[in-house]
C-alpha cells in the first residue's frame, strides 16, 4: 500500500484555475495506476481521472478537456490541472492509488488520501 497526501485545493471563482497535487510515499509508485475521484455531500464518490502506470489517461466527460492529470515519478506525485472551473466542480477530492486501474476506477479499492476542498464561486 501507499500513503497519499493531496495538497492545493482552495477557493476560486468561476472559470479559474487550480492544480491539485498527491505524494505518495513508496518505493513503487511508477507502477501504481493513480487517480482523482471527488465527492459532495450526500452523493456518492465520482470518478474523475486517472492515469496508468504507462501513462495512459481517464476521464470523465464532466471534466475532459478542462481537466488534465499528469504524474511525476521521479517525484512519486500526481497532479490534477484544473482549468475552466465551474461551480458544479465544488467538492472534496481525493487521490487514489492501486495496481489495477480497472479496480482504481470503481472507487472501490486500492489507497487513499484524505481529500483537499476545491470551491468554485459564481
Known amino acids: 500500500q501507499v500513503q497519499l497526501v493531496e495538497s492545493g485545493g482552495g477557493l476560486v471563482q468561476a472559470g479559474g484555475s487550480l492544480r491539485l497535487s498527491c505524494a505518495a510515499s513508496g518505493r513503487t509508485f511508477s507502477s501504481y495506476a493513480m487517480g482523482w475521484f471527488r465527492q459532495t455531500p450526500g452523493k456518492e464518490r465520482e470518478f474523475v481521472a486517472a492515469?496508468?502506470?504507462?501513462?495512459?489517461?481517464y476521464y470523465a466527460d464532466s471534466v475532459k478537456g478542462r481537466f488534465t492529470i499528469s504524474r511525476d515519478n521521479a517525484k512519486n506525485t500526481v497532479y490534477l490541472q484544473m482549468n475552466s472551473l465551474k461551480p458544479e466542480d465544488t467538492a472534496v477530492y481525493y487521490c487514489?492509488?492501486?495496481?489495477?486501474?480497472?479496480?482504481?476506477?470503481?472507487?472501490?479499492?486500492?489507497?487513499w488520501g484524505q481529500g483537499t476542498q476545491v470551491t468554485v464561486s459564481s
Open positions: 492515469i496508468r502506470s504507462d501513462d495512459y489517461t
Open positions: 487514489a492509488a492501486s495496481l489495477n486501474v480497472n479496480v482504481l476506477r470503481t472507487g472501490r479499492g486500492g489507497s
